[in-house]
């Protein structure tokens, strides 16, 4: 059975940065992601990339959070600086092997996931 293992979460300041790793069994994927949600809310994508590296970032984290793949690890990785209290969530991410890239899809257009990892963030 094919399955994601997030990695790196942890507690930090605001101002910060830690950076999340999704171990795959492969990272050809079509298009691979990472989500985020807070108790009560709506699980909702903040970067994806398709299998030609092109990316998509939700406005919240565009300019302080970086998602890359790497092949020779066979992770799928977030890189994320300048973190903000507003960051702290569960992290998730997903995979599909339809095109997707293009735009920040919905957790139902996702195939394969994580269990999910928590980052803190305090003030």
């Known amino acids: 059975q094919v399955r994601l293992q997030e990695s790196g979460g942890g507690s930090v300041e605001a101002g910060g940065s830690l950076r999340l790793s999704c171990a795959a069994s492969?990272?050809?994927?079509?298009?691979m992601a990472w989500f985020r949600q807070t108790p009560g809310k709506e699980r909702l994508a903040i970067a994806a990339?398709?299998?030609?590296?092109?990316?998509v970032y939700d406005k919240s984290v565009e300019g302080r959070f970086t998602i890359s793949k790497d092949y020779t690890k066979s992770t799928l990785d977030l890189q994320m600086n300048y973190l903000k209290p507003e960051d702290t969530a569960m992290y998730y991410c997903?995979?599909?092997?339809?095109?997707?890239?293009?735009?920040?899809?919905?957790?139902?257009?996702?195939?394969?996931w994580g269990q999910g990892i928590q980052v803190t963030v305090s003030a």
């Open positions: 997903a995979a599909d092997d339809r095109p997707g890239w293009d735009v920040l899809r919905p957790e139902g257009f996702y195939q394969v």
């Open positions: 492969r990272v050809n994927w079509k298009t």
């Open positions: 990339q398709g299998r030609d590296g092109k990316t």
